[in-house]
């Protein structure tokens, strides 16, 4: 049977596919909602793996939040599978929108476990996601609104591990057109215009009064900016991490002179990667500004609870025990 000829929008899809995999992605597994950016990049994934011969199966996580949910799953499944792709699967996963940091994030482990046990089944390398640069912008909009460092203005990476994120480059419009191109039609998920959840509130108000009055090409200038964040935060954490190894006592303590000799922005990233290594559960940036100041303002202060650990200075020495809370 003859291939249909791809349109402008599948194209750049595809393209912005081929570009993200190396020799080392041999076994791709898209992740897919059934929304226009997912259903993209699997019908983009496929035409890719058919040139290259690389296996391809599509997974969709059915969170089963909303009613009807595995109908919906269903359709999806229904629906790639008429569009010619040879695998796709459904899977169910538990989510606990009480647990976490609210019902989003609780949405994402369940689903991000899934997909990692799925590839670890199927033997593929590569888990595609299909964020976009639309999606990169909403990330660094709410990340200046939390007042964070460079590593969460970075945004998300096109790879972290096995997760490859080839759409970051290209906008929403384009995955909505690839999606009319290749007579696919998109899942609208409510909770994508729900205006009680943050996200929402940045794509559909703040970014539209952005561009209104600052101009348009807000998005790709925020996309821009998590690239040149990314690069600037990846040195940092490469420097802070050699750097720890040096300030590094044989206790599993950090000498305090040679982390406050640290530029700021080395210390901060010493401590707080040390923390994570001593079992803290949550580093807020109020709590790392305290331990800090055991380093930078020594004055006899007592020790600092943070969530797994208490930190405490003695003889020159950050070291940490169970949380002076915890002890009756």
Same mark, same amino acid.
Request: overall charge negative.
């Given at each position: 049977?003859?291939?249909?000829?791809?349109?402008?929008?599948?194209?750049?899809?595809?393209?912005?596919?081929?570009?993200?995999?190396?020799?080392?992605?041999?076994?791709?597994?898209?992740?897919?909602?059934?929304?226009?950016?997912?259903?993209?990049?699997?019908?983009?994934?496929?035409?890719?793996? #058919?040139?290259?011969?690389?296996?391809?199966?599509?997974?969709?996580?059915?969170?089963?939040?909303?009613?009807?949910?595995?109908?919906?799953?269903?359709?999806?499944?229904?629906?790639?599978?008429?569009?010619?792709?040879?695998?796709?699967?459904?899977?169910?996963?538990?989510?606990?929108?009480?647990?976490?940091?609210?019902?989003?994030?609780?949405?994402?482990?369940?689903?991000?476990?899934?997909?990692?046990?799925?590839?670890?089944?199927?033997?593929?390398?590569?888990?595609?996601?299909?964020?976009?640069?639309?999606?990169?912008?909403?990330?660094?909009?709410?990340?200046?609104?939390?007042?964070?460092?460079?590593?969460?203005?970075?945004?998300?990476?096109?790879?972290?591990?096995?997760?490859?994120?080839?759409?970051?480059?290209?906008?929403?419009?384009?995955?909505?057109?690839?999606?009319?191109?290749?007579?696919?039609?998109?899942?609208?998920?409510?909770?994508?215009?729900?205006?009680?959840?943050?996200?929402?509130?940045?794509?559909?108000?703040?970014?539209?009064?952005?561009?209104?009055?600052?101009?348009?090409?807000?998005?790709?200038?925020?996309?821009?900016?998590? #690239?040149?964040?990314?690069?600037?935060?990846?040195?940092?954490?490469?420097?802070?991490? #050699?750097?720890?190894?040096?300030?590094?006592?044989?206790?599993?303590?950090?000498?305090?002179?040679?982390?406050?000799?640290?530029?700021?922005?080395?210390?901060?990233?010493?401590?707080?990667?040390?923390?994570?290594?001593?079992?803290?559960?949550?580093?807020?940036?109020?709590?790392?500004?305290?331990?800090?100041?055991?380093?930078?303002?020594?004055?006899?202060?007592?020790?600092?609870?943070?969530?797994?650990?208490?930190?405490?200075?003695?003889?020159?020495?950050?070291?940490?025990?169970?949380?002076?809370?915890?002890?009756?």
């Amino acid at each position: 049977m003859a291939v249909k000829a791809l349109g402008p929008a599948q194209l750049e899809v595809v393209q912005a596919i081929t570009r993200a995999l190396t020799e080392v992605d041999h076994g791709l597994l898209v992740g897919c909602s059934g929304g226009p950016d997912s259903l993209a990049l699997a019908a983009g994934a496929h035409e890719v793996a #058919r040139r290259s011969g690389r296996p391809l199966t599509v997974v969709i996580i059915d969170h089963r939040l909303q009613d009807g949910s595995d109908r919906v799953a269903a359709g999806v499944h229904d629906q790639l599978l008429g569009a010619g792709l040879p695998a796709v699967e459904v899977i169910p996963v538990e989510v606990d929108p009480a647990s976490g940091d609210g019902p989003e994030a609780a949405a994402r482990t369940a689903r991000h476990r899934a997909l990692q046990q799925a590839a670890d089944r199927l033997g593929a390398t590569t888990i595609l996601l299909g964020h976009t640069r639309d999606d990169q912008a909403e990330t660094v909009l709410l990340g200046l609104a939390r007042g964070s460092g460079t590593r969460s203005l970075a945004g998300m990476a096109p790879r972290s591990g096995r997760l490859v994120r080839p759409l970051l480059d290209l906008p929403r419009a384009t995955t909505e057109q690839a999606c009319a191109e290749a007579g696919l039609t998109p899942w609208r998920d409510p909770h994508n215009a729900d205006p009680a959840y943050t996200r929402v509130r940045v794509r559909d108000r703040v970014l539209p009064i952005l561009e209104t009055e600052l101009g348009p090409g807000i998005a790709a200038a925020l996309a821009r900016t998590a #690239r040149l964040a990314r690069d600037d935060a990846e040195l940092l954490d490469d420097l802070a991490a #050699r750097a720890a190894d040096e300030l590094r006592t044989g206790d599993g303590g950090l000498d305090c002179a040679g982390t406050l000799a640290q530029p700021a922005a080395l210390r901060s990233r010493v401590l707080r990667n040390w923390l994570r290594e001593q079992g803290a559960r949550e580093v807020s940036a109020e709590r790392l500004a305290e331990v800090s100041r055991l380093v930078t303002d020594w004055h006899g202060q007592s020790g600092i609870d943070l969530p797994g650990v208490t930190v405490t200075r003695s003889e020159g020495h950050l070291i940490t025990c169970g949380r002076l809370g915890d002890r009756g």
